[in-house]
T-cell receptor
Framework: AQSVTQLDSQVPVFEEAPVELRCNYSSSVSVYLFWYVQYPNQGLQLLLKYLSGSTLVESINGFEAEFNKSQTSFHLRKPSVHISDTAEYFC???????????FGTGTRLLVSP | DAGVIQSPRHEVTEMGQEVTLRCKPISGHNSLFWYRQTMMRGLELLIYFNNNVPIDDSGMPEDRFSAKMPNASFSTLKIQPSEPRDSAVYFCACGGRGNEQFFGPGTRLTVL
């Protein structure tokens, strides 16, 4: 069965420090990979996605994620976080030919001054 | 485009009452998903439609829940009768090309 694992439920970090949020998936078929962000009392917003091509994808606000097929990972990174990055981050995977997304349990990023 | 529209944004009701949540997806997106989010269970897919047809309703918790999509621009999720354990945030999302989904702002349901 396909699944997504986000090992860290919460990641505290100081402002301007680097951060990595981990995501691993299990699948025997080709996948599409996504990161979503949810700010308090809001819906999920698409942060970035990997469909094909370059394994390194970037968002407009400085986040990046790298698809590693051999390690079945899609970790999210940012070299310097801001207070405003405090939110919950969800990794998700879908399988080519299927529209349904499988979500991880989420990682809460807490950025403090 | 206004994005996915959900109404109401907040709903407070008493146990036993019928609750209807509404969703208007982004025009041209042919798949629609209903999710429920709680602290205990996280994000759960309840049901999804493709071209207005229900494809997978295996996540619908019980017969008290029903969902319809009478046309491409409107969907409802109904709970009848509602129970306190149904309290959650309910999200509607629609699917674009490349399998990404676009979420609405959610409806926060409280059943007393």
């Amino acid at each position: 069965a396909q699944s997504v694992t986000q090992l860290d439920s919460q990641v505290p970090v100081f402002e301007e420090a680097p951060v990595e949020l981990r995501c691993n998936y299990s699948s025997s078929v080709s996948v599409y990979l996504f990161w979503y962000v949810q700010y308090p009392n809001q819906g999920l917003q698409l942060l970035l996605k990997y469909l094909s091509g370059s394994t390194l994808v970037e968002s407009i606000n400085g986040f990046e994620a790298e698809f590693n097929k051999s390690q079945t990972s899609f970790h999210l990174r940012k070299p310097s976080v801001h207070i405003s990055d405090t939110a919950e981050y969800f990794c998700a995977v879908s399988f080519t030919g299927f529209q349904k997304l499988v979500f991880g349990t989420g990682t809460r990023l807490l950025v403090s001054p | 485009d206004a994005g996915v529209i959900q109404s109401p944004r907040h709903e407070v009701t008493e146990m036993g009452q019928e609750v209807t949540l509404r969703c208007k997806p982004i025009s041209g997106h042919n798949s629609l998903f209903w999710y429920r989010q709680t602290m205990m269970r996280g994000l759960e897919l309840l049901i999804y439609f493709n071209n207005n047809v229900p494809i997978d309703d295996s996540g619908m918790p019980e017969d008290r829940f029903s969902a319809k999509m009478p046309n491409a621009s409107f969907s409802t999720l109904k709970i009848q009768p509602s129970e306190p354990r149904d309290s959650a945030v309910y999200f509607c999302a629609c699917g674009g090309r490349g399998n990404e989904q676009f979420f609405g702002p959610g409806t926060r349901l409280t059943v007393l």
